[in-house]
């Protein structure tokens, strides 16, 4: 059997970091063709011979003979094809499979550097989250657009000026440099939003994606254990991750639909994972960094620890949305602290707060904010209403499930006013 998609994107960043060191990063565009076909070589052949025994030093070796082969094709062999046969030697011999003990240590170190490199300070902020989304996630262009809420167009663009400038580099960034703190930021954000597209992003095939949550929290493990990386921030984004991903299991029913959270069977979450992200919370408040992970990852606490739904500590996750909102000012959260509003104040106030969300029309491909308007107008006895918000949201549904979702929720706002719930001539 094939190993999943998570194999494959953990193993492009992977392979991509090794050979840009190797190549250097101004060989960056040659090393992701080399990992694209052999990636795409893989597939082909092991669906034929089946997978190898060691299928991490088996790409290894076929990306480098890659490499040389692409910079023979270059006319440039005399020049890069010696060293970067000389240093991947020193990492795996020449067979596939082979010393595979020796693949870890080094590919991290890699993933790491190559993080950092991204998280140039030529480059804006922005672009070097979609930079390391790109290159180190696997995301495709269109993942990346998504997470930023803007067009494929722009953020295309935006990549490829960073991978310019990313290019005019010599060497991958040290871990040791004196700017590694102020690099740190931009490496968290694009683990977050790593970690956001796999628990509810925007992939037409699935509304959650394990694969995606287990590989942020696979790279968040390598700064976690890298002591310069090891903040409290760090630490909080680690707690955030942990906790979410405890209530994963619960997301999805039975039956492949959708499941709010109110509506989830809480004896799903995983205890171990909300223990660890627990302790990882209290360890990241050891210092006087209050960082916007700390932040998320305390509601995420509250949700987690909270018995019932209606046990929930709904004023202290507002106050937490009020604190995160002046820290990272952005629609999505004011969403969310909306909700959290309707559920201290009731479903009246809910509207009110999503309507006076600043920047909403940076939501208007966002299915949630219809969705949650329209849950909040058929809690406060608006079924009609509710009805057009719930239509608007499924015209934006990205997925089948959540389609799926919206068409009961759709229903039920059918069956209200078919009881005769409000007046006919609202109908």
């Known amino acids: 059997m094939l190993p999943d ?18 190549l250097g990063v101004h060989n960056l565009a040659l090393a992701e063709d080399a990992v694209q076909e052999t990636l795409a070589s893989a597939v082909e052949v092991w669906a034929f011979r089946g997978v190898p025994d060691n299928p991490q030093a088996w790409l ?25 046969g000389r240093r991947l030697d020193e990492e795996e011999d020449a067979e596939p499979g082979s010393r595979a003990s020796f693949l870890p240590p080094a590919m991290q170190d890699d993933e790491l550097r190559m993080m950092f490199s991204c998280a140039n300070p030529a480059i804006a902020e922005e672009a070097q989250v979609a930079l390391i989304l790109y290159l180190l996630c696997g995301f ?18 935006r990549i490829f000026r960073a991978k310019k400038v990313l290019a005019s580099s010599d060497t991958l960034f040290e871990l040791s440099a004196d700017d590694f703190g102020s690099r ?40 976690v254990e890298h002591a310069p990386a ?44 909300i223990a660890r992200g627990l302790e990882l919370l209290e360890a990241s408040a050891r210092g006087d960094q209050l960082s916007e992970y700390h932040l998320e990852a305390g509601i995420a606490a509250m949700h987690a620890t909270s018995p019932s739904p209606a046990a929930t500590r709904w004023r202290e996750i507002v106050s937490l949305y009020d604190s995160l909102l002046r820290l990272r000012p952005s629609p999505v959260i004011a969403l969310n602290r909306a909700v959290a509003v309707g559920e201290l104040e009731g479903p009246r106030a809910g509207v009110e707060a999503l309507r006076a969300i600043q920047g909403a029309e940076r939501l208007a491909s966002y299915p949630f904010y219809p969705a949650a308007l329209g849950e909040m107008e058929l809690r406060s006895g608006n079924p009609a209403e509710a009805r057009e ?39």
């Open 184 to 223: 740190l930021g931009a490496v968290h954000r694009a683990l977050y939003l790593l970690f956001s597209e796999g628990y509810h992003g925007a992939s037409a095939d699935s509304v959650v994606r394990e694969d995606l949550c287990r590989e942020a929290m696979r790279l968040v493990h390598l700064l």
């Open 389 to 427: 918000r719930f239509s608007a949201a499924h015209r934006l549904a990205r997925n089948a499930a959540e389609r799926s979702f919206l068409e009961q929720r759709i229903a039920e706002c059918e069956r209200r006013v078919a009881a005769g719930k409000i007046p006919a001539a609202s109908r």
């Open 5 to 22: 998609d998570h194999f494959f994107r953990r193993e492009s960043g992977r392979l991509t970091a090794t050979l840009t060191r190797a």
């Open 60 to 84: 290894m070796t076929a990306a480098r003979n890659r490499a040389v082969s692409l910079l023979r094709r270059e006319q440039t062999a005399r020049k890069f094809a010696p060293e970067i």
């Open 230 to 273: 090891a903040t409290p921030a760090t630490l909080a984004l680690a707690a955030l991750m942990s906790l979410h991903a405890a209530r994963l299991s619960s997301r999805i029913d039975e039956g492949g639909e959708l499941t709010a959270l109110v509506d989830q069977d809480r004896s799903r979450w995983n205890a171990q994972m």
């Open 140 to 157: 495709s262009v269109e993942e990346v657009a998504s997470a930023f809420l803007v067009s494929r167009p722009a953020m295309e663009k």
